[in-house]
Nanobody, 123 residues
Framework: QVQLVESGGGLVQAGGSLRLSCAAS????????MGWYRQAPGKQRELVAV???????NYADSVKGRFTISRDNAKNTVYLQMNSLKPEDTAVYYC?????????????????WGHGTQVTVSS
């Protein structure tokens, strides 16, 4: 099993910044993509940003120029630096990762989610 644990959420005023972290642990052989998703009340979960093993990145149009995703492969950790936050960024933010893990007698693919961290932006 691969576990993801997010941290760094909280309450911030509009225009402020937060940095989210997500650490992966378990029998990890390789992590391919790591990403952040968010879900606001009454809405579907949506992609915020994703980073590949080659450090290619992709962002939702709504966060381009304000959010930056990065990763530390030595720590199996992905970060999301969020600047110029807006009230519409309020949501539960979830970390996601996929890759290869060590099973008992073989290697298996994994796609894991964290439990989420609340980000609230006040106006």
């Amino acid at each position: 099993q691969v576990q993801l644990v997010e941290s760094g959420g909280g309450l911030v005023q509009a225009g402020g910044s937060l940095r989210l972290s997500c650490a992966a642990s378990g029998s990890i052989i390789r992590i391919n993509n790591m990403g952040w998703y968010r879900q606001a009340p009454g809405k579907q979960r949506e992609l915020v940003a994703v980073i590949t093993s080659g450090n290619n990145t992709n962002y939702a149009d709504s966060v381009k120029g304000r959010f930056t995703i990065s990763r530390d492969n030595a720590k199996n950790t992905v970060y999301l630096q969020m600047n110029s936050l807006k009230p519409e960024d309020t949501a539960v933010y979830y970390c996601n990762a996929d890759g290869i893990r060590r099973a008992v007698v073989s290697l298996n693919v994994f796609n894991s989610w964290g439990h989420g961290t609340q980000v609230t932006v006040s106006s």
